[in-house]
């Protein structure tokens, strides 16, 4: 049977769809991961070890993860349950959530947060929404740049993910909240 173009991209659109939804459940167990799908299992028949390379790039993921949640729990704890970092808040647990799935999955122990009680003040909220959208920019660069470190799809689906989030909600997200912030402080600061 010959299947068209469309109907392959559908299948795999579909596919992604219902990755990327059960991958990102706050869940850790591996029996209940989506990640239990994915066979890790080469055509020897032995599990496939991770390279010291994509060790390294998992680790970096889940400590800038690790960071970004940690100030923006900082930012609410000093100003308060402000948007949107309560909300990007909660989407880091589910990053550091999925990054940790990928380390049980390989057997690897997941490093504890370093950057609690280590996160940086900000004299304000407009301080702490320019330090965000930098932050969210580096995150997106260290996604782009550990990607080549891997070709195994359940890492790099879920470093794309990663990514598009920073890139595609998380950035916006802050550079609306920086320029709110500036109309606020131009209107109030006089």
């Not at 790099?156 to 320029?179: E, K, T, Y």
Request: hydrophobic residues 40%; contains cysteine; glycine residues 4%.
């Amino acid at each position: 049977m010959r299947v068209s173009v469309g109907q392959h991209c559908f299948e795999m659109i579909s596919e992604t769809a219902w990755f990327v939804t059960n991958c990102f459940r706050s869940s850790t167990n591996v029996e209940e991961s989506a990640y239990s799908q994915i066979p890790l299992v080469s055509d020897n028949g032995f599990m496939s070890e991770l390279s010291e390379l994509e060790i390294g790039a998992l680790n970096e993921a889940l400590d800038d993860e690790h960071k970004a949640w940690a100030t923006y729990d900082q930012v609410i704890e000093d100003f308060g349950p402000v948007r949107p970092f309560i909300n990007i808040r909660e989407s880091e647990s589910r990053h550091i959530n999925a990054l940790a799935n990928i380390y049980d999955r390989y057997g690897l122990t997941v490093p504890a947060n370093p950057w609690v009680n280590d996160a940086p003040h900000y004299d304000g909220l407009q301080a702490a929404c320019e330090a965000a959208v930098q932050a969210e920019i580096e995150n997106i660069e260290i996604y782009k740049r550990i990607m080549r470190a891997t070709e195994r799809a359940d890492i790099l689906i879920v470093f794309r993910n990663l990514r598009d989030a920073s890139q595609q909600r998380h950035l916006p997200a802050f550079r609306q909240c920086l320029s709110r912030d500036q109309r606020r402080c131009a209107r109030d600061c006089r």
